[in-house]
């Protein structure tokens, strides 16, 4: 069964860095891309970022270019999202995802497999 396990989120004041981790389990990491997504209350799920298989290819969305970073541990089935210069904003839950097909863009039907979600929450 595969599962990805996120850790927990926070409360940050604007200006703040956060880091949120993904782990995957139950199936081979080296060669899976993931995605990380966000949705705020009200409104879809957006594409936040996406990393291939092997961490030399990442991709953003124009509102965290420059602030969040992707990267990855194969060894450790890990991949973290790094945000910094946090803004109001950035307040959601933010979700990683997988897809069978190594697909790493930003169509959310294009994924098959979901985080828990984690609350990211920034104070003005």
């Known amino acids: 069964q595969v599962q990805l396990e996120q850790s927990k989120g926070g409360l940050v004041q604007a200006g703040g860095s956060l880091n949120v981790s993904c782990t995957t389990s139950?199936?081979?990491?080296?060669?899976?891309?993931v995605a990380w997504f966000r949705q705020a209350p009200g409104k879809e799920r957006e594409f936040v970022s996406g990393?291939?298989?092997?961490?030399?290819?990442?991709q953003y969305s124009d509102s965290v270019k420059g602030r969040f970073t992707l990267s990855r541990d194969n060894a450790k089935g890990t991949v973290w999202l790094q945000m910094n210069s946090l803004e109001p904003q950035d307040t959601a839950v933010y979700y990683c995802?997988?897809?069978?097909?190594?697909?790493?863009?930003?169509?959310?039907?294009?994924?098959?497999?979901w985080g828990q979600g984690t609350q990211v929450t920034v104070s003005s």
């Open positions: 995802a997988e897809s069978l097909t190594n697909y790493f863009g930003t169509y959310v039907p294009g994924y098959d497999y």
């Open positions: 139950g199936r081979t990491f080296s060669g899976i891309a």
């Open positions: 990393i291939d298989w092997s961490g030399e290819n990442t």
